[in-house]
């Protein structure tokens, strides 16, 4: 009766939820405080799907429920992106029979890394995907050893881990086991042999500290690598980026599979590799896969395409405090070679916690913007000054860079008769405050 009673309770709030926009996290709140141990007392399907890591969550999440479902499986996943256990909660229950019994094929979890150990300490998943660890919030998360140490903690002996093996800290989840299956990238066209970035997080070797060599960079950290005293390296992929050419928009797996790109991003292929391979794993036939991913255009609102006057723009939602999602879309825009403008976005910080501390914007490679392709910088928001002094460090010309706080002045800037494409490259809680003001494609 009382596993009854809390499913009713939850699926209640959640169809109210619904009618008022709201309601991902508290049914599920509540259901818990009802039935503390409520996930354990249902009956999960056969495949249980997670994923975890600093960047790419949501969007592997999407793509593989895409796939999924587009191959006839009946597939229950956190849409809303409540990744805490509180919303993995209102998912189960909410997909669950009024006895306990969960109606789908696969259930496909999208976890905070931080609090993964507490969503998995009931739920065994089958098969879990860590994407990457990155330096990510550090008011909150420290350092990625910090959080390597969450996820660890959240792990089962008998999970299958899905891993990215070009990253060395996500590498060393599978030392001395055999339950691992392995995606990554094979050296690139677009590889550097010396890191690029500000700061190297890869720079020592995860198992003993010792300096780490690597034979090629993807970007930042992610690449081929092998530990110059305990012998430690990269190991061999089973999913593999086989070739890529990001001019061109294609990317291919296992040297058969040709996928077309919507992102012509490097990170986001890293996305891609992940979906294929767990819809592989799920027996999905590969090459419906590629059919399937090819010139995909994600639905979460990360990237957003817009018109601004006569103007053609892309809002790319990069997480505040992690310079590598910065990153990755400074290099996106760097790489059209037709010219564009760029747009910085900096109104609020740390969300949950209002530190207000910038810190993490010396982090990010912000020299790459010193390139023929950009042609004019904005920098807007609350924080625009702070974004101004960070440039200041940069060697880019002081007339390629217009400063405003006000974003309608930003936009009212932009506004012109030019033809360049726009990329406005903000975070989540910012990136309504310009939508706002373009239309939305």
């Known amino acids: 009766m009382k596993v009854l009673f809390t499913i009713i309770v939850c699926k209640i709030l959640r169809f109210i939820g619904k009618l008022v926009g709201k309601g991902s996290s508290l049914p599920g709140q509540i259901a818990l405080k009802i039935c503390p141990d409520i996930l354990k007392r249902v009956q999960l399907p056969k495949y249980i799907i997670a994923v975890t890591g600093s960047n790419g969550k949501t969007s592997t999440v999407e793509m593989i429920a895409h796939i999924l479902t587009q191959n006839g499986k009946n597939v229950a996943w956190n849409k809303e992106g409540s990744n805490q256990i509180e919303g993995v909660t209102t998912l189960i229950l909410n997909s669950a029979t009024l006895t306990g019994k969960v109606k789908s094929d696969i259930l496909l979890i999208e976890s905070d890394e931080r609090f993964a150990q507490y969503t998995f300490k009931y739920i065994v998943p089958t098969h879990y995907v860590i994407t990457n660890l990155y330096r990510d919030q550090l008011t909150r998360n420290g350092h990625p050893e910090w959080v390597y140490n969450a996820i660890k903690d959240s792990i089962h002996p008998e999970t299958t881990l899905i891993l990215n093996a070009d990253d060395p800290l996500v590498s060393s989840f599978g030392k001395d086991r055999e339950n691992v299956i392995w995606f990554g990238a094979d050296k690139l ?43 430690y390296k990269r190991h061999n992929t089973e999913y ?40 592989s794993i799920a027996g999905i036939d590969q090459d419906k896969i590629a059919k399937n991913i090819s010139n995909y255009v994600l639905k979460n609102g990360r990237v957003v395409t817009f018109e601004l006057g006569g103007r053609r723009g892309m809002l790319l939602t990069s997480k505040h405090e992690n310079s590598i999602s910065y990153n990755q879309s400074i290099r996106l825009a760097c790489a059209d070679t037709n010219g564009c403008d760029v747009m910085f976005i900096v109104d609020a910080v740390s969300r949950k916690y209002f530190t207000s501390d910038v810190s993490w914007l010396w982090d990010i490679y912000f020299e790459m913007l010193n390139n023929d392709n950009v042609r004019q910088i904005v920098l807007a928001g609350k924080y625009c000054n702070d974004l101004a002094v960070r440039f200041s460090y940069t060697d880019i010309p002081s007339d390629k860079i217009k400063v405003t706080e006000d974003i309608g002045q930003a936009c009212e800037y932009l506004d012109s008769d030019r033809k360049e494409y726009i990329y406005v490259i903000t975070c989540f809680s910012d990136k309504d405050k310009f939508l706002g003001k373009v239309k939305v494609d």
């Open 240 to 279: 593999t980026v086989t070739a890529v050419d990001l001019q061109k928009g294609e990317a291919q797996i296992n040297g058969k599979y040709t996928i077309k790109l919507a992102l012509k991003s490097l990170y986001n292929i890293y996305n891609l590799l992940a979906a294929f391979t767990v819809a």
């Open 189 to 231: 066209s677009s590889d550097t042999e010396k890191f690029v970035g500000v700061y190297n997080d890869g720079a020592y070797c995860p198992i003993c500290k010792s300096p780490m060599k690597y034979s090629t960079y993807h970007y930042d950290h992610i690449g081929h690598y092998e530990c110059t005293s305990c012998g």
